[in-house]
Each structure stands twice: as C-alpha cells, then as structure tokens.
C-alpha cells in the first residue's frame, strides 16, 4: 500500500510537471510563431534590399544593365537563398541565375529545404515574387526572385531556434527537478501532522490518555485535527479520572454505613443484642438509605455520562415550583421555618419529572441547612429563558467551598453526619440535570447570612 506522503508527492509532481510541459511547448509555440513572422518580415525586406540593387545596376545613358556587377551581385543572392532572374520590359532574359550556374542555384535550394524538412520538420515549396524595376517613374524591367516559402531559416537563425529548444527543455527539466524536491517536502509537512496524529491514536487506544500533540499548525484542517486529537485524550482522561473518582466515593460513601449494619445484624446473631423491634427498624432505616444512595449515584451516572433521556414537555414552572413547595411546608413549619412563594408565570419545555427533582434538591437543601428565618422560592421569567431562585436565611457557605459545592459527595458543613447532611450528591444531581437541559447552575453565599441557589433555562 503506498503511504499518503508518496501519493502526495508523486500527484504534486505530476500536476505540476504536466503544467510545466504544457507551459514550455506554449512558450515554444509562441515563440516560433514570433520568430516566423519576423523572418517572413526579414525576406520581405531582403527581397525589396535586392530589388533597390539590382536596379542600381541599370545604365540609363544606355538602357541596359552592367551584365558583370549583375552576375556577382546575383550569385551573393544565390549563396543566401535569393535565386535572381532579371527581365526586360520585352520580357528578353537580362541574367538569370539558374542559367549562370543552375548547379549551385539547384545546390542551393536543395541544402534550403534539407534544413527545413529534416531539422525543422517544415514541408515548402518554391515560391516565386515578381517585382517591378523602376526608374525616374519609369518600368524599365522585372525582377523574378524565387525562395523556399513560404518562410526558410538561414543556419545562424535555425540554430538559434534549436539553442532556445535546448534551453526551454534544461529549464523545464531543472523545474521538474526542484518541484519533485518541492513536492516531498510539502507533502512531508502535511503528512508528519497525520502520522502524529495516527501515532497518538494508536496510544490512546492503549490506555496512555496524557498524550498530546503540540498544535502550532497554520493549516486550518491540521489545526483542527491536532485539537481534536488532543480534546479526545482530555476527555477521554477525564472520564477515566471521573469513573476511578465515582468507584472511590462509592466505597467511601458505603463502607461506613454497611460496617454499622454489618456490626448490628453481627451483633443480633451472636446473641449480644436482641433483635427487637427498634433494632430492625435501625437496620431497615440503613438499607433504605443504601437503597436511596445507590439509586442517586444511578440517576448521576446517567446524567454525567448523557445516557439520561430527557422527555420534554411543556409546562408552567412556576405552578410546578408551587406543587412541590406546598410538599416541604410542613417540615419547615416544624423547624420554625418560613417559605415566601415569588412565583409569576413561566412557560418552559422541558423533562417535567427532572425539573422536579431539581426543585425539591434545592428545597432539601436549603431547609437542613436553615435553622431559622425564611426560604425563598422564586421564578423570573424573561424572553427566550427562565429563571429560577431558592434563597435562606442559613448557615451560608465559605468562600473556599463555594466552587465545591456541585462535585460528588462533598459537604460544604463537615461537622454534618451523613444521617443529617444527606450523601452529597444532591447538588450534584441537580446541576446534572440543569446541565442536560442546556442550562446553567449557580450559587451565592455568604457564611451567616444565607444562600441563593439560581438556575436558568
């Protein structure tokens, strides 16, 4: 299987190679057509150079041409390509080149057109051009010029032409050179983010959860694979961290409540204690309280792991936080206690039963915790959410153990028993459930003064 680093380099020099071979034969292209054009433009000028010579040589005290300056003049032309035939105004032969010296013009034309059919794969013709030969106004003959056309190189031009081929193909290749180079190396810069990222992988999937990867990528999509990657192990060490927490605080929360039954039924089976009837209800009050503490380590597995499903419906919160507040009235009457209902109209969609719970956790809460005054119970409703209060006049809660309170199993109040303080995951719970619905918990106190317990949904 071949490795992405290869693929990447051998696509980048394929594409980028395929461009740059495109690139020369356009530059090739063009540049020969230039380069004809302006040897077509170099003939053309050459023809009407030899034209103004050939009729330099014209007498006009005697009407004819100086026959010997024709023949050398005539035979340069043939040496360049130029086959020269002259014309009287009679259509007489003045001097014809090919009659001069037909072996050299045949020469000549044959060594032309070897050049452009074998070396520059050009197929011509001879073409011939008819110019007049003035003087004074006056025609006193034609000059026939046949070349190889429609264009021919001379040797100094198709060498030049065969020099810029030898440079646009050692440049191309030297490019090709430097982007396979190139290639590699930005394929390496994007594959060894990969690979560390495979690598790390592969050492979460075997349990090393303190893997990171060092983002200082500039590419967007590195970027967000090296973050995920690392929000992966963060959580991933995070849940086992929260799962070897729960196991501890579990058998810390039950050891010391099944030593005491253990040491109780213990007790009653070697015949040191009767199992009277206040004695069972004792152990009976110890399993119901197990039987509760399990059943709210439960409910908080769930919601801390989102296997909770929350059945939304919609409902007032205020009519619910009335129903569940007339539940604690009695109790709080006992302890002396007010409840101050501030309840207006909330509409809210969410799971009824949870809410309710979270309600009664507060309200639990607030009354182990007041021993005189009022508790507060209010709603405030606003657009696009709902807010929800419990406020007393209790003990309060230390600064130091105010960012505490909603973690498992911890007692703002330590001089509390569990039989008094309850397991300590009641705001625990409740914040889970606040958490689920999409919303925020918070707290303020103050140690003497009283708490304020807020949620907003």
């Known amino acids: 299987m071949i490795s992405l680093k290869k693929r990447l380099s051998l696509t980048y020099a394929v594409f980028i190679s395929i461009a740059l071979i495109v690139l020369t034969l356009i530059i090739n292209r063009f540049t020969v057509v230039m380069f004809s054009s302006l040897v077509r433009d170099n003939i053309r000028e050459r023809s009407e150079e030899i034209v103004r010579t050939i009729s330099g040589q014209y007498n006009p005290d005697t009407g004819e041409f100086d026959i010997l300056s024709l023949e050398a003049t005539g035979m340069h032309f043939t040496h360049e390509g130029y086959i020269v035939s002259i014309m009287d105004n009679q259509g007489g032969i003045v001097w014809d080149a090919r009659s001069c010296d037909m072996q050299q013009c045949v020469a000549v034309m044959r060594t032309i057109s070897d050049r452009m059919e074998n070396r520059f794969q050009f197929k011509g013709a001879i073409q011939t051009s008819i110019?007049?030969?003035?003087?004074?106004?006056?025609?006193?003959?034609?000059?026939?010029?046949?070349?190889?056309?429609?264009?021919?190189?001379?040797?100094?031009?198709?060498?030049?032409?065969?020099?810029?081929?030898?440079?646009?193909?050692?440049?191309?290749?030297?490019?090709?050179?430097?982007?396979?180079?190139?290639?590699?190396?930005?394929?390496?810069s994007i594959v060894r983010p990969i690979l560390k990222a495979g690598e790390a992988a592969r050492r979460i999937a075997g349990g090393d959860f303190s893997v990171r990867i060092n983002d200082g990528y500039k590419t967007r999509e590195l970027h967000e694979l090296s973050s995920s990657v690392n929000e992966l192990a963060m959580e991933l060490e995070e849940n086992e961290r929260r799962q070897k927490q729960l196991t501890s605080d579990i058998a810390h929360e039950l050891r010391t409540p099944l030593t005491c039954l253990q040491g109780n039924i213990e007790a009653m089976i070697d015949g040191i204690w009767q199992p009277t009837e206040e004695r069972l209800e004792s152990c009976h009050e110890e399993i119901i309280r197990l039987s509760k503490l399990v059943e709210d380590i439960d409910t908080l597995t769930a919601l801390e792991w989102d296997n909770m499903v929350l059945e939304r419906t919609d409902f007032d919160l205020a009519r619910l936080a009335l129903l569940v507040a007339e539940q604690f009235i009695p109790a709080a009457r006992q302890k002396g206690l007010r409840i101050i209902l501030d309840l207006k109209p909330s509409p809210l969609n969410a799971d009824y039963n949870r809410i309710k719970q979270v309600i009664i956790n507060l309200l639990s809460n607030a009354l182990k915790y007041t021993a005189s005054g009022t508790i507060t119970l209010r709603t405030a409703p606003a657009p696009g959410r709902t807010e929800l209060s419990v406020s007393d006049t209790g003990i309060g809660i230390a600064g130091e153990a105010l960012p505490h309170i909603f973690e498992r199993f911890y007692r703002a109040d330590k001089s509390r028993s569990r039989n008094t303080g309850g397991a300590g995951i009641g705001l625990t719970i409740a914040a889970a459930i606040v958490k689920a619905h999409g919303g925020k918990i918070e707290a303020e106190s103050e140690p003497g003064k009283g708490s304020v317990f807020r949620i907003v949904l």
């Open 131 to 188: 110019y007049p030969i003035s003087y004074w106004g006056g025609t006193v003959g034609t000059i026939n010029i046949e070349t190889y056309g429609p264009i021919f190189y001379s040797e100094t031009e198709l060498q030049f032409i065969s020099t810029l081929n030898r440079i646009l193909l050692a440049a191309g290749a030297a490019l090709t050179l430097v982007t396979v180079c190139l290639s590699i190396r930005f394929a390496g």
